[in-house]
């Protein structure tokens, strides 16, 4: 199966201005959006941890507060924490350098 990938129109009508911050408790080495459900980004630690933020709230926000002019509250970054992420114990002991989204339908070896 071929995922198609594209160019998000949300992400590029505001490719210029720093919109949201992604926060991790390591250095993120690799990041990906997902292929269909461009609000989740996974990413690969430093420390071996793999995290996963959803932005779709933040999405909203940045569309509501688009048409208004309170330039005050448009140029404050908003810091998105992580919604899930993988226990340090139980995590890759080295380095996440690539990271990939399985197809929905992946049933496994």
């Known amino acids: 199966m071929r995922w198609k990938l594209g160019v998000d129109p949300f992400f590029l009508s505001f490719s210029l201005l720093l919109q949201f911050v992604l926060e991790s408790p390591s250095d993120v080495m690799s990041l ?14 430093y420390n071996g941890q ?17 048409g208004e002019d309170d330039e005050k ?5 908003t810091i ?5 992420i993988s ?14 989204w399985l197809p929905e339908k992946y049933e496994g070896p």
């Not at 990906?32 to 630690?45: D, L, M, N, Q, R």
């Not at 793999?50 to 688009?66: A, C, N, P």
């Not at 226990?87 to 990939?100: F, L, P, R, Y």
Request: hydrophobic content about 40%; glycine content about 6%.
């Open 32 to 45: 990906k959006f997902h292929p269909s459900k461009t609000e989740y980004i996974i990413g690969g630690c």
């Open 50 to 66: 793999v995290i996963l933020w959803d932005t779709g709230s933040v999405q909203e926000y940045i569309f509501r507060k688009e």
């Open 73 to 77: 509250e448009l140029s404050a970054t």
């Open 80 to 84: 998105i924490r992580h919604t899930l």
């Open 87 to 100: 226990a340090v114990d139980i995590s890759h002991n080295m380095i996440v350098s690539d990271i990939v």
